[in-house]
């Protein structure tokens, strides 16, 4: 497991420098926020998302041979 370097920062700090803290945080840096000197909140980076690739699924998942059927007791509200 990777070591991440922490940084403890008050809200107000947080409030004023968010952009920088958020560069940092990009960059690999874990940032906790405390109140009173007591970590409420920790800012860390998002993984990126993965592209999706169309047939990835095959295989995996199957519809029922009646899937797209309208089931009986709903033929009233078809009306």
Known sequence: ???????VVNVAQAKARLSELLRR?????EIVIARDHRPVARLTAVAPA????PGSGRGIFTAAPDFDAT???FAEYLK
């Open 1 to 7: 497991m990777a070591r991440h370097r922490t940084t």
């Open 25 to 29: 945080v990009s960059a690999g840096e």
């Open 50 to 53: 993965t592209a999706r690739r």
């Open 71 to 73: 089931p009986a007791d």
